[in-house]
Nanobody, 124 residues
Framework: QVQLVESGGGSVQAGGSLRLSCATS????????MGWFRQAPGNEREFVAT????????AYADSVKGRFTISRDNAKRMVYLQMNSLKPEETAVYYC?????????????????WGQGTQVTVSS
């Protein structure tokens, strides 16, 4: 079965940077694209970014455009999220996710596989 394991979370001051990593394993040939979501306490899980399997198509939430970059290294079976100029309101658990179809790119139900999440805390 497909497994996703996030790492790279931590605490950073506002304006700082973090790079999240997502290690994939199992039959990933069933995955069409990968995405990152985040969820703050009391909030719904929200879309952050997505990238297709070949890495030549990406999409971002408006709130992170120009600051976050999603990328992947298929040889290493890794997906990354570079986060710059972080804001306190972006404190959340960040999840790596995989979807098996082209649709549903920006909504959690569109994703079949999920990691356990990694905490990102941005202090002011």
């Amino acid at each position: 079965q497909v497994q996703l394991v996030e790492s790279g979370g931590g605490s950073v001051q506002a304006g700082g940077s973090l790079r999240l990593s997502c290690a994939t394993s199992g039959p990933t040939s069933s995955i069409y694209a990968m995405g990152w979501f985040r969820q703050a306490p009391g909030n719904e899980r929200e879309f952050v970014a997505t990238i297709n399997w070949s890495g030549d198509a990406t999409a971002y939430a408006d709130s992170v455009k120009g600051r976050f970059t999603i990328s992947r290294d298929n040889a290493k079976r890794m997906v990354y999220l570079q986060m710059n100029s972080l804001k306190p309101e972006e404190t959340a658990v960040y999840y790596c996710a995989g979807r098996a179809s082209r649709g549903g790119a920006t909504t959690p139900p569109g994703y079949k596989y999920w990691g356990q999440g990694t905490q990102v805390t941005v202090s002011s």
